[in-house]
């Protein structure tokens, strides 16, 4: 008999994580990325796990639905968490990395790991045998999304992601900008550049009427009527939505006093460390679909960035998903081939870490049917399993992406006094919990 082989298809977040179980586990990998040969048009470096958006992991609090969904993800040995943690910068309470150094630790991971078999290739077509795991992502190219159409014979869902750009801090006027956390919480680790009320409506003004950047040929199918995932959204999409949209979510000056005044802003913008030595920042809720030239115009009018310069600005590309329930099952295999399964934001997962989350279950999964073993369904109390049961089963209407969420897991039996953040503490210790009780299983 011959030795399992599992092959993933793409060494982004959710193909490393995927590959890193199955070899935990004993089992061959063979790994398919198209990098450094070929690039989507979002990734530009040639190591795997790249991070094309943000730097920023989100929350680690266990009041936090992905700060439970990173909990649950150490316990079972996750190589992205790993790698993150290793590779942290200083963001408050959330988990942010040197995205450079992030991506060299994947790699060398995954480079240096006995049972993982790196092939620079593209893949063109779905293996005819075998157990496979899909990770090639929301950006995969035209032979394997048209080979992916095939076998799903439906249209695949999309929606346009957007990314922020990224200043050099030794430009940033810091006798304007201060440095603080909302309320205090934690260090210091944001610089927030302060509006008056006369400096806020020139700049909402300018950001309403600057010119966007043409569209990709690959992204022109829906340049008329483009579908915006919410969580992501371009900021000046934002803006024109009202007002005060803004000073309600990336600008809210709530929280943020200046110590050399006493006083909160009409609006401040925020910028977050880029890398560990504090030379790039990048502007928090600044993801953008506008030209490099109106992009450095109007983000120059934000008070401290008057002089800044910008290391990268941001981009806006496509986005691919599946129709997942009734496809998928709620451990991301494919339901009429048990030998196929597919991770990543493909899925309906929307998230680096909820990215990453998917590869590892489908990669637990995918080892077990290489050896012979029944699936391992995560328990519904997780978020991991209530991330793949989304998946798997949806969710009432239309299927959209969805981030780590308290929303899509059972609510408590009992009332918790306290408040949301007691709540969801609550769900958390529920959650690791019903983990620890199976981690045995898990981790086999």
């Not at 157990?131 to 159409?149: D, F, H, K």
């Not at 340049?223 to 005060?244: H, S």
Request: charged fraction near 20%; glycine fraction near 10%; proline fraction near 5%.
């Amino acid at each position: 008999m011959s030795e399992p082989l599992v092959t993933v298809l793409g060494a982004g977040l959710a193909g490393c994580e995927a590959a890193w179980q199955i070899a935990e586990r004993g089992v061959r990998v063979r790994l398919v990325e198209m990098k450094p040969h070929k690039m989507t048009p979002a990734h530009h470096a040639p190591g795997f796990a790249e991070l094309c958006c943000s730097n920023s992991l989100r929350s680690d609090a266990l009041s936090n639905a992905v700060g439970l969904l990173k909990e649950e993800m150490r316990r079972c040995g996750s190589l992205i968490l790993r790698a993150a943690d290793t590779t942290k910068v200083p963001a408050g309470s959330a988990l942010a990395v040197d995205r450079e150094a992030f991506s060299h630790t994947v790699t060398h991971c995954i480079r240096n790991h006995p049972l993982i078999e790196v092939e620079e290739r593209e893949a063109t077509e779905i293996p005819g045998s075998g157990v496979t795991v899909i990770a090639t992502g929301p950006l995969t190219s035209e032979p394997m999304a048209a080979q992916i159409a095939s076998l799903t014979g439906q249209d695949g869902l999309y929606f346009y992601d957007a990314v922020a750009p990224i200043v050099d801090f030794s430009t940033i006027n810091m006798e304007v900008a201060f440095f603080a956390s909302r309320y205090d919480k934690g260090d210091a680790d944001y610089i927030n550049c302060p509006m008056t009320k006369e400096q806020y409506d020139a700049f909402y003004q300018a950001l309403i009427s600057a010119k966007e950047a043409e569209l990709k040929e690959f992204d022109k199918e829906g340049q008329k009527n483009p579908k915006v995932f919410e969580g992501c959204m371009p900021v000046e999409v934002m803006a024109r939505r009202g007002y005060d949209t803004l000073r309600y979510g990336p600008l809210k000056p709530v929280g943020l006093v200046d110590q050399r005044t006493g006083k909160e802003s009409y609006a401040v913008v925020q910028l977050r460390k880029e890398n560990c030595e504090g030379t790039m920042y990048n502007l928090v809720g600044f993801q953008t679909h506008l030209t490099f030239p109106e992009q450095k115009r109007v983000f120059s009018m934000i008070p401290g960035l008057e002089n800044a310069t910008f290391l990268r600005y941001g981009v806006m590309h496509r986005n691919t998903y599946l129709r997942s329930p009734g496809f998928l099952n709620t451990v991301y295999g494919v339901r009429q081939n048990p030998d196929l399964f597919f991770a990543g934001q493909m899925t309906g997962v929307e998230g680096y870490i909820e990215s990453a989350g998917s590869g590892l279950v489908a990669g637990i999964n995918a080892a077990r049917r290489a050896r012979g073993m029944e699936p391992l369904v995560f328990p519904r109390l997780t978020m991991l399993g209530s991330m793949a049961n989304y998946v798997g089963e949806g969710g009432i209407g239309d299927f959209v992406p969805m981030n780590a969420n308290f929303g899509i897991v059972p609510p408590l039996t009992q009332k918790v006094r306290g408040g949301k953040s007691v709540r969801n503490e609550a769900i958390s210790a529920r959650a690791l919990e019903a983990l620890d009780a199976v981690l045995s299983a898990i981790k086999e």
